[in-house]
């Protein structure tokens, strides 16, 4: 069994099937956590009791911050195999076609969702590292750690800091375009995709990805135009 994964790993079925598992776990994630900023529309108590429940789930039965910090180990993994995953195929798919070719229907749809995906993924990745700093470990914050999550999430949007808001909304916009083009690709992967269930699952990515777009986007300029504060 320990030969039998790593041989699955190396086809390109394998590294697919990993991306689209990998992929499921992170658009979860991304749900939960958009849920979870939106509690910020209920006000400071309900932000700030969300965000230390966060920190003692498990409580007192496992030691604080033991269920945080395995739920970021996972995803930790996942964003590593998923990159990982995205690399190795597209370096295979370049081998296999070392010579460019002309072709006069070519699908600028195809090239744009490419170009999307690669450019994009490094943007979001950047802006993954950036947040982590700012509102996990408070380096980058302009309260610090010295202050609630409620109120350290109004001053990195206060209106004065209209860059940090312009950022991240357009961070958000692209997670929100590979979202879109990962669901999509992660149907087809795993053999979901039918004529019979296409525009289903079309729609459904549409509606998962938007959802999630607008959900995180709302929080930030909620606060940039003193909508909440």
Not at 36 to 57: C, M, Q, S, V
């Amino acid at each position: 069994m320990a030969i039998a994964i790593p041989a699955i790993y190396r086809s390109t079925v394998g590294k697919k099937a990993v991306m689209a598992v990998t992929g499921g776990i992170l658009v979860l994630f991304l749900i939960a956590h958009m849920v979870g900023n939106l509690k910020i529309f209920f006000g400071a108590e309900d932000f700030n009791h969300y965000a230390h429940w966060l920190r003692t789930i498990g409580e007192p039965a496992v030691p604080y911050r033991t269920v945080l910090t395995i739920l970021e180990v996972v995803l930790l993994v996942a964003v590593v195999l998923h990159m990982w995953s995205a690399v190795s195929l597209a370096r295979r798919a370049r081998a296999a076609r070392p010579v460019k070719y002309e072709s006069k229907k070519k699908s600028h749809a195809q090239g744009y969702a490419t170009h999307t995906m690669r450019y994009g993924g490094v943007i979001i990745a950047i802006y993954v590292v950036w947040h982590l700093l700012d509102l996990t470990f408070f380096v980058v914050n302009p309260l610090g750690a010295n202050d609630t999550p409620y109120d350290r999430m109004v001053a990195d949007f206060d209106p004065s800091r209209w860059y940090i808001t312009v950022w991240y909304v357009v961070a958000v916009l692209l997670v929100g375009l590979h979202l879109h083009h990962g669901i999509w690709s992660a149907f087809q992967t795993l053999g979901l995709r039918t004529p019979r269930s296409h525009n289903l699952l079309r729609g459904l990515a549409i509606a998962v990805s938007a959802v999630v777009t607008v959900g995180f986007v709302s929080v930030p300029v909620s606060i940039a135009f003193g909508w909440v504060s």
